[in-house]
């Protein structure tokens, strides 16, 4: 234990394991939640070989931001595919220039930092299904219980989260 409320240590806080198909997969350790902090989220990401944490999306309230710690990968941001590796930044903005998905492309484990505002609502849209995701109470990667709402949809009907990926 770090020995103040506003300071956690990595080590103190448990993996959230998440994997879907042969394609998404990743741990978690969401620094920002184990200590209650508001405005600003920071997780900690490791993602196995070929695979990718998240479907390639934008917010409309919400930036991001990435440094690589281990291992490396191809960062899609808007319409290029950049490689990254230990040591690198990115910024990823609110909007449709700050579409993004980090895959890892190597042979071990990508890690890195994500540090996201968490505004709320928000709204998440999914370029290459077609989708958007939106949220009330607690923004994306915030605190489930205290979101009020959140929806997945389609032109069409409501889908789930990896429909189309």
Same mark, same amino acid.
């Given at each position: *234990?770090?020995?103040?409320?506003?300071?956690?240590?990595?080590? $103190?806080?448990?993996?959230?394991?998440?994997?879907?198909?042969?394609?998404?997969?990743?741990?978690?350790?969401?620094?920002?939640?184990?200590?209650?902090?508001?405005?600003?989220?920071?997780?900690?990401?490791?993602?196995?070989?070929?695979?990718?944490?998240?479907?390639?999306?934008?917010?409309?309230?919400?930036?991001?931001?990435?440094?690589?710690?281990?291992?490396?990968?191809?960062?899609?941001?808007? $319409?290029?595919?950049?490689?990254?590796?230990?040591? @690198?930044?990115?910024?990823?903005?609110?909007?449709?220039?700050?579409?993004?998905?980090?895959?890892?492309?190597?042979?071990?484990?990508?890690?890195?930092?994500?540090?996201?505002? *968490?505004?709320?609502?928000?709204? *998440?849209?999914?370029?290459?299904? $077609?989708?958007?995701?939106?949220?009330?109470?607690?923004?994306?990667?915030?605190?489930?219980?205290?979101?009020?709402?959140?929806?997945?949809?389609?032109?069409?009907?409501?889908?789930?989260?990896? @429909?189309?990926?």
């Amino acid at each position: *234990m770090a020995g103040h409320s506003n300071v956690v240590n990595e080590r $103190d806080i448990e993996w959230a394991e998440v994997s879907h198909g042969e394609r998404f997969g990743h741990r978690r350790k969401s620094l920002g939640a184990a200590i209650g902090g508001g405005k600003l989220g920071a997780s900690i990401y490791e993602v196995p070989p070929g695979k990718r944490a998240w479907p390639r999306h934008y917010h409309l309230a919400n930036e991001e931001a990435i440094y690589v710690l281990g291992g490396s990968g191809a960062l899609r941001i808007g $319409d290029d595919e950049i490689p990254v590796s230990k040591g @690198d930044y990115a910024t990823l903005p609110a909007g449709e220039a700050g579409a993004h998905q980090l895959v890892n492309t190597s042979d071990d484990n990508l890690t890195y930092l994500c540090f996201s505002t *968490m505004d709320t609502p928000d709204v *998440m849209v999914y370029p290459d299904s $077609d989708k958007l995701g939106v949220f009330g109470g607690a923004a994306p990667g915030g605190p489930k219980e205290k979101r009020t709402f959140s929806k997945f949809l389609a032109a069409s009907p409501e889908v789930g989260y990896f @429909d189309g990926e």
